[in-house]
C-alpha cells in the first residue's frame, strides 16, 4: 500500500485535469479527487457526455432569450416619459406572424426537451443495468462513519473495516447501503452519482471505477451535526494489487513485536477503547466505534477528517470533541506515556 | 384616517351609463351626491380608531399591508441568516459557527424563507389587489383574512423567540426522519418546526379560500372568466394549489411528525414498521408545488408590468391563462424528482423525468409571449423594466438548470449539492424576488400614494441581478466539484475555498442592493412624487380609484367591457350603483359571466380573529411541552368559534330589524 506513488499519480491527475477543463478546480493535496467533472468509470463519463450536451444546449437556449430581451428593451426603447397610446391588437399580418413565431418557439422547446428525454433514457438504462459482479461489499452508514463489510461466500473470510473504501478497478462491485440510524447518502463524485442509505431499506449500486487511484466520498444527506465530516476515501486497485490487499487485510492483527506497542495494547484493552471498538484477533469487540483492525494503514482517521499522523490520532484521542463536535467518541485523559504507547499499539494496525 | 372628501379624486365624479347591464337603469349623479356619497361609504367601511381599531381592523388593505411589510422583515432575518451563513462557509475550516449553531442557522433560513416570507408574501400580495384588480369593495371573507394573518404572526414570533432560545429547528427545512424524529433529534427544536409548519398552512388556507371566493364572485360586472387579469389567473392557480399540497404538509408534520414526537407513535420509525421514505414523498407531494405556490405569482405580476412600460397588450392571454393552469396541475406529478437517490424503481423515476421535462413548456410559453410583446411594444427602461430583464437573465438559467436536473443520471450526481443550492435560488430568486421587487416598484405608488425613487430603484434593481448571479453562479462549479450542501465547514485541501470567498463576496452584494431598496422605500414613504390615481397610465381596476385606495375601494363598482378596462373604455369608467352606503354591502357577481346576482352583507370589524388565533396559537405552542394542551385549546377553540359565531349572528339581527323598512323601500 505505498502510498508516495498515489500522491504523484494525482498531482500527475490534477495537472491533467486543469489543462482540459475550464469547471475543473484543481484539488490539492492527497485527501483524494472529488470531482464529478473528472470521471473515473464508464457510469460517470456517460453521465458527464449528458451533463455537456445539456449544458451546451442550455448556454445556447439562455444566450438567445437574454439578448432577445436585450434586444427588445434596446432596439424599441422609449426614451420619454410620455405614455404612448396602448397597442391595439388586430388580426393582421403582424399578428400572424407573431403568432408563428410562438408556435415555432414552443414546437422546438418540446423537440428538444424530447431530444433531452431520450438522451437520458438511454444513460439511465446504461445506468440501471446490473452487471455480473465478482464482489459484493456492503456499507452501513452511521453517525458520522461508515461500516465497511468486503463479503466472501465463505463467511469465515468476511472482512470488516470502516472509513476507507478499497475496489479493484475495471470490474464492477455490488455495494449494498444501508444505515444504522438516520438518512445517509454514498457519493463518489468522480466514479458515480447517490444512492441513500435509508433505515428499513437496502439498496445497492455498482462501483466501476477504470482508473486507479484514490477519490473521495462524501456523505451527502443531511444527517446531523457532523454531516460535514463523514467523508470516504475510496482507493481503487489495480486488480491484483487490490488481490494482495484483501488477503492482507482478512489476516488477524499481528501481535506487537515491541514493548511500547504491548503496552499500548493493555492499555486499549483494558481501557475504555475496546468497549466501543474491535479489531479481529484481539479480545476488542466494540461495534459502536469504527472497527480498528487497520487503522494504522488507514489514509485518515475520524471518518476524512484529518490525515492519519501520529499527532493528530493523540489528539483525536485526547479531545475529539475538538475537532468533531458532536461525535460519539467521549474525551480520553491518558498520561503522556500511555498516550504514546496506545499510538504506537495502534501504528501497528496495518 | 383621512378625510373621506379628500380623497375623492375630481376626475371620478362623472358617471357614464353601465351598458354592459341591459335592464339597469342609467343614471347620471351629480358631484354632490358623489362626495355624499364617499363620505357616507368612508363612515360604514372605514374601521374605528385607537388601538382597538388596530387591533379589530378588517379592512383588506390593512391586513394585507401588515402581512407585506411582516413577510419582507422575514426576507430580512432570512436573509441575515443566509449572511451567516455565508461568513461561515467563506473559507475553509472557519470557526464563526459551529455546528450545533450552523444547523439551527439554516433550517431558520430555509424554514424562514419558504414558510415565513416566500409563500405569505405573494399571497400577501394577492390579498391587497385581487379584490381592486376585480373591482369589488372588500374581500370575501375579511375576518377570516384577519385571522389568517395574526396566525402567521404567531408561527412568525414562535420561530423567532425559540431562535433565540437556542430551541431554533435543527434538521433541515426539509426535517427528514429519522433525523426529524424522537430518537435523532431529542428536545423541543424539531418540534418548533413541526408546528411553526401547522401556522403557516392555516394562514395560507385562508387566503386561498379567500382568493378563489373573491375571484369567483365578487367580480366587477362585465368582468367575464375571459377578462380577469393575468395576475389574478395567477393567483387563482395558486390559491387552488395551496388548498391541494398544504392538507399534504399538514398531515405530514402536524398529524405524523408531532404525534411520533409526542405520543410514541411510529409513523416514521422502520423500528416498529413505520416508514422512513413515506416522510418524503407526503413532504414533496407538498413541497414540489410549493415552488410553484412560490413563483407563479412572480409571474403573474410580469404581465401587468410588460404591458404597462410596452405599451401593448399582452400577445397570448389565452396561451399564459392555460400556461398558468397547466403548470398548477404538472406541478402535482413531480415530486419524486427530490427523491431520485432513493430505491424507487427506475421505470417509476422515468415517468417523473418526462414531467419534470415537460413542465418547462407552459413557463417557456409564458416567457416567449413576454418577448413577442416586448419585441412589438415599445418599452420604457424603468426600474420595474430592469427587474424584468433581470427575471430573464435570472429564471430562464435556473429553468435551464431545472431541466437538466430531471435527468436521473445528473441529477444523482448533483442532488444534495451546492449545484441543487444554486439551481433553487435561482429559480426562486429570480422566478419570484426579482419580479416582486419589480411589483414593489410599480404598486408602491398604489399602496402609498407616493412613487418610489427611480435613481436609487435602478442601482438597487442593478445591483440585485449582479448580486444574485454573483452569489449563486460559482455554487453550480462547486456543487459539481464535490461540495454537498448543509456542511457547516469544509477542508481546505477540497480546493471549494476560493469560490465559496467569491460566493461570500456576492452575498455582500445582495446586501447591499436589499439595504437600498428599504431606504428607498422609507424615503418615498416619506416624501415620495405624489402618484395619483393612475401614474404608469396602466389598464387595470386597480388604477381606476386614488391611491391609497379609500376604504370602500370604488366609489361605485365599476363596469368592464374587455381586458384592460382603463385601456379599453378610457377614465372613468362606467359603473353600476345601487350598493348601499349605509351599511357594508358588496356585490355578488356570477362565477363565468360575472352578471350582478345579488348585494351581500359584509362582515364588521371583530376581535375574533385574533382572539381565535392566541387560542389557536396557545394549543400548537402547548401541544409541544404536554398533548393536554391540544384538549384545552380545542375547548377554547370551540368557545371562539361560539363567540366568532355569534358576533355575526347578533350583527345581523340587529341590522334586520333596523333596516327592514328600507330593504322593502328599495325593492
Known amino acids: 500500500m505505498a502510498r508516495g506513488p498515489r500522491c504523484v499519480e494525482h498531482a500527475r491527475r490534477a495537472s491533467r485535469r486543469v489543462a482540459s477543463g475550464i469547471l475543473a478546480v484543481a484539488v490539492a493535496g492527497c485527501a483524494g479527487s472529488q470531482n464529478v467533472l473528472d470521471p473515473a468509470g464508464p457510469p460517470n463519463r456517460s453521465v458527464n457526455h449528458l451533463f455537456w450536451a445539456m449544458l451546451i444546449v442550455s448556454s445556447i437556449i439562455w444566450v438567445a432569450v437574454v439578448v432577445a430581451a436585450l434586444w427588445a428593451l434596446i432596439s424599441r426603447r422609449r426614451r420619454t416619459r410620455e405614455d404612448l397610446e396602448p397597442v391595439v391588437i388586430v388580426p393582421n399580418e403582424r399578428h400572424r406572424r407573431e403568432v408563428g413565431i410562438v408556435t415555432g418557439l414552443v414546437g422546438a422547446t418540446v423537440v428538444i426537451l424530447l431530444l433531452f428525454l431520450v438522451y437520458d433514457f438511454t444513460v439511465g438504462r446504461a445506468l440501471a443495468e446490473r452487471p455480473s459482479r465478482t464482489l459484493t461489499i456492503e456499507l452501513i452508514g452511521h453517525q458520522w462513519w461508515w461500516e465497511v463489510h468486503y463479503i466472501d461466500p465463505d463467511p469465515s473470510k468476511l472482512m470488516v473495516d470502516a472509513n476507507e473504501l478499497h475496489i479493484p478497478a475495471g470490474e464492477p462491485v455490488q455495494v449494498k447501503l444501508s444505515s444504522q440510524d438516520v438518512i445517509h447518502s454514498f457519493w463518489v463524485p468522480n466514479i458515480i452519482g447517490k444512492r441513500d442509505l435509508i433505515p428499513g431499506y437496502t439498496s445497492s449500486l455498482f462501483l466501476d471505477a477504470d482508473k486507479p487511484g484514490v477519490y473521495h466520498a462524501q456523505c451527502a444527506e443531511f444527517c446531523g451535526l457532523e454531516h460535514a465530516k463523514m467523508a470516504l476515501p475510496v482507493i481503487v486497485h489495480s486488480r491484483a494489487d487490490f488481490t494482495a490487499w484483501l488477503a492482507e487485510a482478512r489476516s488477524p492483527a499481528a501481535e506487537p513485536s515491541d514493548s511500547s506497542a504491548a503496552e499500548g495494547k493493555k492499555i486499549f484493552l483494558a481501557g475504555t477503547c475496546s468497549s466501543c471498538h474491535a479489531v479481529t484477533g484481539v479480545e476488542a469487540y466494540g461495534t459502536i466505534g469504527p472497527n480498528l483492525t487497520h487503522i494504522g494503514s488507514r489514509r485518515t482517521i475520524a471518518a476524512g477528517t484529518l490525515p492519519n499522523t501520529r499527532g493528530n490520532l493523540g489528539g483525536w484521542i485526547v479531545d475529539p470533541q475538538s475537532i468533531k463536535p458532536g461525535a460519539r467518541m467521549p474525551s480520553n485523559q491518558l498520561a503522556g506515556k500511555d498516550l504514546r504507547n496506545l499510538i504506537d499499539y495502534l501504528e501497528t494496525l496495518k | 384616517m383621512t378625510n373621506p372628501a379628500r380623497r375623492l379624486p375630481p376626475n371620478e365624479s362623472a358617471v357614464t351609463e353601465p351598458a354592459a347591464l341591459p335592464d339597469a337603469t342609467p343614471v ?72 450545533d449553531r450552523y444547523n439551527q442557522i439554516f433550517t431558520t433560513h430555509g424554514t424562514t424563507m419558504m414558510f415565513l416570507f416566500a409563500v405569505p408574501i405573494m399571497t400577501a400580495m394577492g390579498l391587497y389587489f385581487v379584490p381592486l384588480m376585480v373591482g369589488a369593495r372588500s374581500i370575501a371573507f375579511p375576518r377570516l383574512n384577519a385571522f389568517g394573518y395574526y396566525t402567521y404572526l404567531m408561527g412568525v414570533i414562535f420561530l423567532y423567540v425559540s431562535l433565540f432560545l437556542n430551541m431554533a429547528p435543527d434538521a433541515g427545512w426539509t426535517a427528514y426522519v429519522p433525523l426529524s424524529g424522537p430518537e435523532y433529534s431529542p428536545g423541543h427544536r424539531v418540534d418548533v418546526w413541526a408546528q411553526l409548519v401547522t401556522f403557516t398552512e392555516i394562514a395560507a388556507l385562508a387566503a386561498a379560500v379567500n382568493i378563489i371566493v373573491t375571484t369567483f364572485k365578487m367580480r366587477a360586472p362585465g368582468m367575464s372568466l375571459n377578462r380577469i387579469p393575468l395576475f389574478v389567473w395567477a393567483q387563482l392557480v395558486v390559491a387552488f394549489m395551496i388548498i391541494f399540497a398544504m392538507p399534504a404538509v399538514a398531515i405530514a408534520s402536524t398529524l405524523q411528525l408531532a404525534s411520533d414526537r409526542a405520543i410514541a407513535t411510529h409513523w416514521f420509525n422502520p423500528a416498529e414498521g413505520g416508514d422512513a421514505l413515506l416522510w418524503q414523498h407526503i413532504f414533496w407531494f407538498f413541497g414540489h408545488p410549493e415552488v410553484y405556490i412560490i413563483f407563479l405569482p412572480g409571474l403573474g405580476f410580469i404581465t401587468p408590468i410588460v404591458e404597462t412600460f410596452c405599451r401593448r397588450r399582452v400577445f397570448g392571454y389565452t396561451a399564459i391563462v392555460l400556461s398558468n393552469i397547466t403548470t398548477g396541475f404538472f406541478a402535482f406529478g413531480l415530486w419524486v424528482h427530490h427523491m431520485f437517490a432513493t430505491p424507487i424503481p427506475e421505470l417509476g423515476q422515468s415517468l417523473f423525468t418526462a414531467a419534470s421535462m415537460m413542465i418547462a413548456i407552459p413557463t417557456g410559453v409564458q416567457i416567449f409571449c413576454w418577448l413577442v410583446t416586448m419585441f412589438s411594444g415599445r418599452p420604457r427602461l424603468t426600474t420595474a423594466m430592469v427587474l424584468i430583464l433581470g427575471f430573464f437573465i435570472t429564471f430562464v438559467n435556473g429553468g435551464l438548470t431545472g431541466v437538466m436536473l430531471a435527468s436521473v443520471g445528473f441529477d444523482k450526481q448533483v442532488h444534495d449539492t451546492f449545484f441543487v443550492v444554486a439551481h433553487l435560488h435561482y429559480v426562486l430568486l429570480g422566478g419570484a424576488v426579482t419580479p416582486l421587487f419589480a411589483a414593489f ?51 481546505s485541501q477540497t480546493g471549494w475555498g476560493p469560490l465559496n470567498a467569491l460566493v461570500s463576496a456576492g452575498a455582500v452584494i445582495i446586501v447591499v442592493s436589499v439595504t437600498l431598496f428599504i431606504v428607498n422605500a422609507a424615503m418615498s414613504w416619506r416624501s415620495g412624487l405624489l402618484a395619483g390615481a393612475n401614474p404608469w397610465d396602466s389598464y387595470g381596476l386597480e388604477w381606476a380609484t386614488p391611491s391609497p385606495a379609500p376604504s370602500y375601494n370604488f366609489l361605485n363598482t365599476p363596469v368592464v367591457l374587455g381586458r384592460h378596462p382603463l385601456w379599453d373604455t378610457g377614465s372613468p369608467l362606467p359603473v353600476v350603483t345601487g350598493l348601499r352606503t349605509d351599511r357594508r354591502e358588496v356585490l355578488v357577481t356570477t362565477t363565468f359571466d360575472a352578471q350582478p346576482d345579488h348585494r351581500h352583507k359584509h362582515p364588521t370589524a371583530s376581535i375574533w380573529p385574533l382572539i381565535m388565533a392566541l387560542v389557536m396559537a396557545e394549543l400548537w405552542i402547548g401541544s409541544i411541552f404536554t398533548p393536554w394542551a391540544v384538549l384545552g385549546g380545542v375547548g377554547l377553540t370551540l368557545l371562539c368559534m361560539l363567540g366568532w359565531g355569534w358576533q355575526s349572528t347578533a350583527e345581523t339581527d340587529v341590522e334586520r330589524v333596523a333596516t327592514e323598512g328600507r330593504i322593502v323601500e328599495a325593492a
Not at chain 2, 476 to 490: F, V, W
Open chain 2, 28 to 99: 347620471t349623479l351629480n358631484e354632490d351626491v358623489l362626495i355624499d356619497d364617499a363620505r357616507r361609504l368612508e363612515m360604514t367601511w372605514r374601521d374605528g380608531g385607537g388601538l382597538w381599531g388596530w387591533l379589530t381592523t378588517v379592512d383588506h388593505k390593512v391586513i394585507a399591508r401588515r402581512y407585506i411589510i411582516t413577510a419582507f422583515l422575514m426576507f430580512i432575518a432570512g436573509g441575515l441568516e443566509a449572511g451567516m451563513m455565508r461568513m461561515q462557509l467563506a473559507r475553509p475550516e472557519n470557526t464563526f459557527l459551529g455546528p
Open chain 2, 441 to 491: 416598484y410599480f404598486w408602491f405608488p398604489k399602496v402609498t400614494g407616493r412613487l418610489m425613487n427611480e435613481t436609487l430603484g435602478k442601482w438597487q434593481a442593478w445591483l440585485f441581478i449582479i448580486g444574485v448571479n454573483l452569489t449563486f453562479f460559482p455554487m453550480h462549479i462547486l456543487g459539481l466539484n464535490g461540495m454537498p450542501r448543509r456542511i457547516y465547514t469544509y477542508l
